[in-house]
C-alpha cells in the first residue's frame, strides 16, 4: 500500500498528527541503498545494488547503447541519469531525435526500464533522468519542491552537454516525455529557457499526468483538505502549461483512478498552445504494467494500446515536430 492509501486508511486524527508531511505526498522515492526483498525483485523490479549498471539487456537493450551520465547538482551532489543510443539497426528520421524521459513518483529509473525500453524501441535515442532520493542518485534524501526544480533544471541545461559527449548535435531540439508525476519534471523542462548551445523542446507528450497538489487532492483523495495541508509545495503544473505554446500530445486512460482523465483535461485545457491533442484510452488505469509480474493486473495506457499503436503515435508526433 503506497503511503497516499496508508494515510487514508487511517482515523481522521491520524492525519492531525502528520500522516502527510513535506512533499511525501508527491515523491515517493527508493534509493539504491535500501535492501532488497523477494517482492522488490521478483514484482517491482528493483534489485540493482548502488555502483552496478542497471540490467539493459533484459529489456531488449544492448549494454554498450547505455552510458551513465550523472547531472552536477548545485549542492555537490549528483542525480543519476542515462542516455541510451538508437538502435544501430534503426536507420529512420527519428535515429538522430533524443528523448527526455522523466518517470513516475514511486520507485527510480529501474522500476521504469521497460518504459525507457518501449520507446526505445521507437527507434529514439532515450535520456532517462533520476531523480533526489531515488535509485542510484547520490543524495538520499527526497527533493523539496524548490529543490527539485533546480535539479530539473540543471539536468536540462547540462543536456546539451550530453549530447555532445554522445556524438549527436547538442543543437538539435529534443522530445520530452512526462509520465504521471514525471509530468512535474516534464513541464518544467519545457517552459525553462533554451539551454546555451541546446535547441529547447520540439515536442511534449504527457501520459497521466499531475495538474496541481490543490487539484489532485480535491478530486483523488476524497478527504477534502487543500493541497497546502499534504505538502509544503503547490507542484503546479496547470500554470506552468499556460506558458506552453509548442507540440503537445496528451495520453490518458478512462480507467485511472490516481490522476482521473477529467483532471488530465483540466491540465490539457489550460494549456497556451493550440498544436495539441488529447487521446483518451479506453479502459487504461494508471501504473506502470510490467507484464508476467504478480501484481500487474491492470493495463497502463501503452499496455492497452498495444506496443505498435501506442509507438505509432509516439512517433508520429515526434517525427511531424522533431524531425529537421
Request: net charge negative.
Amino acid at each position: 500500500m503506497n503511503r497516499l492509501a496508508s494515510c487514508l486508511a487511517l482515523p481522521a486524527v491520524s492525519l492531525l498528527s502528520g500522516c502527510f508531511e513535506l512533499d511525501s505526498f508527491v515523491m515517493n522515492p527508493r534509493h539504491c541503498s535500501i535492501g532488497y526483498s523477494e517482492d522488490d525483485c521478483a514484482i517491482k523490479k528493483l534489485c540493482t545494488p548502488c555502483g552496478e549498471d542497471y540490467p539493459f539487456a533484459d529489456f531488449g537493450i544492448a549494454p554498450e547503447l547505455a552510458t551513465r551520465h550523472p547531472i552536477d547538482l548545485d549542492d555537490d551532489q549528483t542525480n543519476d541519469a542515462w542516455f541510451i543510443a538508437a538502435d544501430p539497426a534503426a536507420t529512420g528520421a527519428l535515429a538522430d531525435v533524443t528523448v527526455v524521459f522523466s518517470h513516475g513518483n514511486f520507485a527510480s529509473l529501474e522500476h521504469y526500464l521497460n518504459r525507457v525500453a518501449l520507446l526505445w524501441r521507437g527507434g529514439v535515442n532515450v535520456f532517462a533522468v533520476d531523480y533526489r532520493g531515488f535509485g542510484q542518485s547520490s543524495d538520499v534524501a527526497e527533493a523539496s519542491e524548490a529543490q527539485f526544480m533546480a535539479d530539473t533544471a540543471a539536468a536540462w541545461n547540462q543536456l546539451p552537454a550530453v549530447l555532445a559527449a554522445e556524438g549527436k548535435d547538442p543543437g538539435k531540439p529534443v522530445a520530452i516525455y512526462g509520465y504521471s508525476a514525471g509530468a512535474l519534471s516534464g513541464v518544467e523542462m519545457a517552459v525553462l529557457p533554451t539551454p546555451t548551445d541546446g535547441g529547447g523542446a520540439c515536442s511534449l507528450v504527457l501520459e497521466a499526468p499531475w495538474p496541481s497538489v490543490d487539484t489532485f487532492a480535491r478530486d483523488s483523495t476524497f478527504i477534502g483538505v487543500p493541497g497546502s495541508f499534504l505538502t509544503t509545495g503547490s507542484w503546479d503544473n496547470i500554470s506552468k502549461m499556460r506558458e506552453y505554446s509548442g507540440s503537445y500530445l496528451h495520453l490518458h486512460g478512462t480507467e485511472d483512478l490516481t490522476v482521473r482523465e477529467t483532471l488530465g483535461r483540466e491540465l490539457f485545457d489550460a494549456a497556451g498552445t493550440t498544436a495539441k491533442e488529447f487521446i483518451s484510452v479506453e479502459g487504461a488505469s494508471h501504473g506502470n504494467f510490467i507484464e508476467g509480474v504478480d501484481d500487474a493486473t491492470e493495463l497502463d495506457v501503452a499496455a492497452t494500446l498495444g506496443e505498435r499503436a501506442y509507438l505509432d503515435l509516439i512517433t508520429a508526433q515526434m517525427a511531424g515536430d522533431c524531425v529537421q
